[in-house]
């Protein structure tokens, strides 16, 4: 596997060494990133055979057409916004096309708080805060850290148990721990796109952003899945043919692989001239209900709860099914893909993905690019979509640089240039999670002490899972407030500090309105902690705030009163455990009057190192 050296400082290193040698000028975008580049003109005839080159402004499109499109994907396939009727898990066999929803009821601002969207955008944010070169054991802290409801996502349970990656994605019938059950599951087949986006046609290199990610809670054809997807986006860059794309989706991928195999049957049953639905049919009997020796009890090897279907190949071949017999069109091919039910927002979501990416943002139907909310942060971030694809921008130019790539003027045009020699994927031994044995993965894999100092303690930190779908909803895990009447969860407004939640508490004049954790973890005795949150309230702000710790039978232990100001502030308070273990956290608003108010988000609490 190679290694993708250089932290964002290494980056910007090699960026100052390109500046000495050949007094670059500095060029910036409508978004105010300054890139340099060399100045001399480079004539694409002149560079070396086989170069591939495409120019930033491109690049730049084409990522933030297949965020949008993946939005798109994901918001239809999840539900009929119109009469309510839900799509994603509704059933198991192939949905007609007359039960469809209309293509113009999808809402893809319902985009933001999907997983198959937030996982690839955590990445990238993961990817651009840490460095390339963060290993997996730092990304599984970082993933802890945010909170995702969707355990599988981030293997929460397994990683605050203490095993790091990768045998917190081993599965569990072959470790004898409670690692992970569902190793083959779709978490990061849903949330691959991000490696396409930056490792574009290195193979290498997005199959190793992959495995860095998704070995946090998969294994074998869990990882497999995600880089086949991950390598179709990577390749719609450069090409619009479907068989092309996926070809290099295989190309990444051990050809005797689960995630391969089932792939190339969708493929020979096309070649056969099977349907769309006839080829769901197909691959369902042979890898989902088959009970020969061959087929079902063979590739299926583990029991989905509640009779859901989560298998990350399967839900490639779904997405595959749609690319193939959508003939490009956007609709159509997202549509296919919706009717093999299932899982069908997140295989909707990387078919429409993968064919956005190949019209680019400017090639976008209006009606997509419509939905579309410029200042919206996406679930778990502090980024926009915009923001978003700085990071990839600034992201793509040290990895082609790493590469032995340029980044220089063609021919008058900012472009990356990406050499022959870049790394493709070398393909290993086939890791089968049904196959494998306790002896083969070897001792468990732990973090150390110091390393699960860093995990967070507190349930819901940033108040996500407190709505649904841009829908306020109530407080979750553990959070309560001594007057509802002075609360409320604000989602989709962009009054968040990060994510698309946040709580906001109406001052009661006289009163003191308290909003208070219980499900804060045990902590050591006789240690010091910080506890800090990000505030912002109105504009002549009287009332008092308060941050404030309190033990498991609600006496105050301590308290710091904090400024309020119209911007997000971090406010902290330090304090010392004593002999108490188990802690309550939070903070009080005393009431001035009747109109102040603050917004609350991001709690943590941490140990004084």
């Known amino acids: 596997m190679m290694n993708l050296k250089g932290k964002k400082q290494i980056g910007v290193g090699l960026s100052v060494i390109l500046f000495a040698l050949s007094i670059c000028l500095s060029v910036k975008f409508d978004t105010g990133i300054a890139l340099a580049y060399e ?3 480079v004539s694409a005839i002149d560079l070396p055979e086989n170069s591939v080159i495409i120019s ?19 918001a239809y396939g999840y539900a009929d916004f119109e009469t309510g009727q839900q799509y994603e898990f509704c059933s198991k066999d192939w949905i007609s096309e007359e039960n469809l929803p209309s293509w113009e009821n999808k809402q893809i601002s319902n985009g933001y708080d999907q997983d198959d969207v937030y996982l690839s955008m955590t990445a990238i944010e993961a990817f651009s805060e840490l460095g390339l070169d963060v290993e997996s054991r730092e990304l599984g802290i970082y993933m802890y850290n945010k909170g995702f409801e969707f355990w599988d996502g981030s293997n929460n349970d397994v990683l605050a148990r203490g095993f790091a990656p990768p045998y917190s994605g081993y599965p569990k019938q072959a470790t004898g721990y409670y690692t992970n059950a569902f190793s083959d599951g779709n978490s990061y087949q849903c949330g691959s796109s991000f490696a396409g986006y930056l490792g574009l046609n290195m193979t290498g290199v997005s199959n190793e952003m992959i495995e860095k990610v998704a070995s946090i809670c998969c294994y074998g054809d869990g990882i497999y899945a995600a880089q086949f997807i991950a390598a179709m986006y990577g390749s ?17 991928i051990p050809s005797d692989s689960w995630s391969a195999q089932i792939i190339q049957d969708v493929l020979d049953n096309k070649e056969a001239g099977l349907s769309a639905e006839r080829n769901y049919e197909a691959i369902m009997q042979k890898w989902v209900y088959g009970t020969d020796e061959a087929s079902g009890s063979e590739y299926q090897w583990i029991e989905w709860p509640n ?6 190949k399967v839900c490639s071949a779904f997405t595959v099914i749609g690319l193939l017999y959508g003939e490009g069109d956007i609709e159509k091919s997202t549509k296919l893909t919706v009717q093999c039910a299932n899982d069908c927002d997140s295989t909707a979501a990387a078919t429409a993905g993968i064919l956005s990416v190949i019209s680019g943002w400017d090639g976008l139907e209006t009606q997509i690019k419509d939905g579309v909310i410029d200042t919206q942060y996406f679930k778990y971030t502090q980024s926009t979509i915009d923001d978003i694809v700085d990071q990839c921008v600034e992201l793509v130019q040290e990895i082609v640089l790493e590469q032995g790539g340029q980044v220089v003027s063609v021919d008058g045009v900012l472009s990356l240039v990406i050499p022959e020699s870049a790394t493709v994927s070398e393909i290993e031994a086939y890791q089968c999670g049904k196959t494998v044995t306790q002896e083969e993965l070897g001792e468990p894999i732990v973090y150390s002490e110091e390393e699960m100092a860093q995990l967070r303690y507190i349930s ?8 649904k779908n841009g829908v ?12 509802s009447s002075a609360t409320m969860i604000e989602c989709m407004e962009q009054t968040a500090y990060t994510g698309l939640s946040n709580v906001k508490l109406t001052a009661i004049q006289g009163e003191t309105v308290v909003l208070k954790n219980v499900t804060t973890r045990s902590l050591e005795a006789n240690t010091n902690y910080t506890l800090t949150c990000m505030v912002q309230g109105n504009s002549d702000f009287m009332s008092q705030t308060e941050l404030t710790v309190w033990n498991s039978e609600g006496l105050k232990l301590r308290s710091q009163v904090c400024e309020v100001t119209e911007d997000w502030k971090q406010v902290t308070l330090t304090f010392n455990t004593g002999n108490f273990t188990d802690f309550q956290i939070g903070i009080q608003l005393t009431g001035e009057n009747d109109s102040d108010y603050i917004r609350l988000d991001d709690f943590v609490v941490s140990p004084v190192l």
Not at 239 to 247: A, E, H, K, R, V
Request: glycine share 12%; hydrophobic share 40%.
């Open 56 to 74: 930033l402004d491109e690049y730049r499109d084409k990522v933030k057409g297949g965020i949008a499109g993946t939005m798109a994907g994901v």
């Open 460 to 467: 819901e930190p940033g108040f996500e899972t407190c709505q």
């Open 39 to 41: 100045s001399e003109e």
């Open 472 to 483: 306020a909803g109530s407080l979750t895990n553990g959070w309560s407030v001594s007057d």
């Open 236 to 252: 719609a860059f450069f090409t619009s043919d479907i068989n092309q794309i996926i070809q290099a989706g295989l190309n990444a």
């Open 307 to 312: 009779d859901l279907l989560l298998d990350a």
